[in-house]
């Protein structure tokens, strides 16, 4: 791939991010939500790293997850951003600003958080393990969020999106799916994977709405640790479904 290719990709990718951002920083919700977080906002510089370092080619595989944890995505602008993995094994650290209304009981630390982001560890630390450096998984790979933004009720409970009101998701599912297209646009991947049933339903639902046939779309379990399956042996049951979907090849 030339480098113009490279850079005419990585920049369709960060142009369609801010696009995204945007849109969905112009949505609004309300009540039990009463806190949202826009990492593409505050945390742009780590995502923009990522998208430089790790979206600038053509992918066989493009997974999706939902939308960002408390202490991944929401502290290092990374989709599945447990810290470690992105600081020390993707090679990415930058500075973290704020949310515009920060919950008081879900802080900003960027990248000194000390918390951990359970699925964010289980599934870096799975892919790290089969493919060892960031270079053999991304040169095929890629890993995004359908759904940018971060709900957080009075609690400070996480109120994921597809427990919104139609009235508030239906426009934040339109701008998302939207997004979703496009990145498949620009990266062609062979294959779309879900991380979790949610995130296979919007893409199949995004893909086919759009007129989009291929290419097919599959799901695995997702890694977070309120699921019972998940916290029994997540690594071997997402294992075996690799091995189904016929993505398991030989690391280079």
């Known amino acids: 791939m030339s480098p113009r290719t490279v850079r005419d990709i990585a920049g369709a990718m960060r142009r369609t991010t801010r696009r995204l951002a945007r849109e969905v920083g112009e949505l609004r919700f309300g009540a039990p939500v009463t806190h949202v977080y826009n990492p593409l906002v505050y945390a742009r510089r780590s995502h923009d790293a990522y998208i430089a370092r790790y979206a600038a080619s053509k992918k066989k595989v493009v997974l999706f997850g939902m939308n960002p944890g408390p202490y991944g995505m929401s502290q290092t602008g990374v989709p599945f951003g447990e810290i470690r993995w992105v600081r020390d094994w993707m090679g990415i650290e930058a500075s973290v600003g704020q949310p515009e209304d920060p919950h008081p009981k879900r802080p900003v630390q960027g990248f000194g958080c000390t918390r951990s982001e359970v699925s964010g560890d289980r599934l870096w630390g799975t892919i790290a393990k089969h493919f060892q450096t960031p270079k053999r998984f991304f040169a095929d790979h890629f890993i995004y969020n359908y759904c940018p933004l971060v709900f957080m009720e009075e609690s400070g409970r996480n109120r994921t999106p597809d427990k919104l009101p139609a009235a508030e998701r239906d426009p934040l599912f339109e701008i ?46 997702h890694p977070s640790p309120a699921n019972p399956r998940a916290n029994a042996d997540w690594a071997g049951i997402v294992g075996r479904q690799w091995k189904e979907l016929g993505l398991c090849g030989k690391r280079k």
């Open 176 to 221: 998302c799916d939207r997004h979703l297209v496009r990145v498949v646009e620009l990266l062609q991947p062979d294959q779309v994977i879900g991380v979790g049933a949610f995130a296979a339903k919007r893409a199949e639902t995004a893909l086919r709405e759009r007129g989009r046939s291929t290419p097919p779309v599959a799901a695995i379990l």
